[in-house]
């Protein structure tokens, strides 16, 4: 359970009424906006997740973006977001627990974990194999995202936020991570 509750529509007035309005009309209404549109501030950083995404596919592509962010929030234990992207990797018709990546996307995915486990240890071997695809722009905006995917990844552990009800059929494809355990 949530350790925040969720707004309701006739408590908000002004632009987080309006934001409330355009997520419902768009079938976007997530529990976790529904927890972020108590303070519009923070809903509104929040957002800035979409303008990074739709970057990132422009960069990598959409199902790149999708195994990134998987590895991402899945390496993260953030699970609301793992069942996200689970629910992603499976609409590209790929099987999350059995993933075969070609050496980008593997690069990529790798990048994510690394990202997460310890952003001071990412190596120049990484960022050398980057390069061999990227610009130093586009490295940007995909190192960028990842910070974005990582507060969101936050947000909702911290907050314990409830799955969506759309991602509860798929609940037991979530496995936390486990590489934090002997962290001291």
């Known amino acids: ?82 069942l996200f992207f689970i629910s992603d990797v499976k609409a590209l018709g790929l099987d999350p627990a059995n993933l075969q990546y070609d050496e980008k996307e593997k690069l990529l995915t790798d990048l994510g974990r690394q990202i997460v486990k310890d952003p001071t240890k990412v190596s120049d071997e990484t960022f050398d194999q980057l390069h061999k695809y990227f610009t130093d722009s586009e490295i940007v905006a995909i190192v960028g995202y990842a910070g974005q995917m990582i507060a969101t990844n936050n947000f909702n552990s911290v907050l314990k936020i409830d799955v969506d009800k759309r991602l509860i059929p798929i609940i037991n494809d979530f496995k936390p991570a486990a590489w934090r355990e002997n962290i001291k």
């Open 1 to 82: 359970m949530a350790r925040v509750k969720f707004v309701k529509r006739e408590e908000l007035s002004g632009e987080a009424l309006k934001a409330w309005d355009s997520q419902e009309a768009n079938n976007n209404l997530t529990n976790m906006k529904k927890a972020l549109l108590q303070d519009y501030a923070t809903y509104d950083a929040f957002m800035g997740w979409y303008t990074s995404w739709a970057r990132l596919v422009e960069v990598i592509g959409e199902k790149d973006a999708t195994l990134y962010s998987h590895a991402i929030s899945t390496t993260n234990s953030c699970q609301l977001c793992s």
